[in-house]
């Protein structure tokens, strides 16, 4: 099974809301990644973690909140987002954070800020 | 720092006819590179990867890469498209972003596969 699971689907928030996105994989995998989508464009890191600490921040803003309960695992807390945040967010995990592991994604959540 | 590139925007087939998509890769070791394919409103997907085991990778749904060192090439081929390969395309390298916070990948900006009957 190479599944991961992404909930909800789609999601609509106002500036002043709080939301959570949850990711959840069974395969064992030690390492969990969430990207940012645009359309038309690549994903882009946000996020790591390995071994369920953090081990990746790529500048992320503070409205972004990412939390690793456990090593199955991880969510990403939405505060006061801004419009320009909408996009389609994906979450990924691999074996281990190591140069040739494959990460396998789940199917995202598209987020849109109004 | 590794990097690639995507030679092509858009490629448009004919379905039956072969496929090629272009990648270029800058790096200064032998490295880890993925072709990744996303559908529309979907999540990526390995088509196939290459970890120096081989230079020749098959992949699924009948695509392959050869990784040229010489040309600094990992191209995706496929010899004949379906309708279903419609989908965006990305030639990916996994970066080491320093000694101490391990590796993420470093995704091309991706390539447009249009297939026409």
């Known amino acids: 099974d190479t599944e991961v699971t992404q909930t909800p689907k789609h999601l609509v928030m106002g500036m002043t809301n709080k939301k959570s996105l949850k990711c959840e994989q069974h395969m064992g995998h030690r390492a969990m990644y969430w990207y940012k989508q645009k359309a038309k464009k690549p994903p882009e890191l946000m996020f790591v973690y390995s071994y369920e600490k953090l081990s990746i921040n790529e500048s992320v803003p503070s409205r972004f909140s990412p939390e690793c309960p456990n090593s199955s695992l991880l969510n990403l807390h939405l505060h006061a987002l801004q419009p320009e945040d909408s996009a389609l967010y994906l979450c990924a995990s691999s074996q281990e954070e190591r140069e040739m592991e494959t990460q396998y994604f789940g199917p995202g959540t598209r987020l849109l800020v109004l | 720092a590794q990097s690639v590139t995507q030679l092509d925007s858009h490629v448009s087939v004919s379905e039956g006819t072969p496929v090629l998509l272009r990648c270029n890769y800058s790096?200064?070791?032998?490295?880890?590179l993925f072709w990744y394919v996303q559908h529309p409103n979907k999540g990526l997907q390995l088509l196939l990867k290459y970890t120096s085991a081989a230079t020749l990778v098959k992949g699924i749904n009948g695509f392959e890469a050869e990784f040229k060192k010489s040309e600094t090439s990992f191209h995706l081929t496929k010899p004949s498209a379906h309708m279903s390969d419609a989908a965006e395309y990305f030639c990916v390298v996994s970066e080491s972003l320093d000694s101490n916070s391990g590796y993420a990948l470093n995704f091309g900006k991706g390539t447009s596969l249009l297939v026409t009957p």
């Open positions: 790096s200064s070791y032998s490295p880890s």
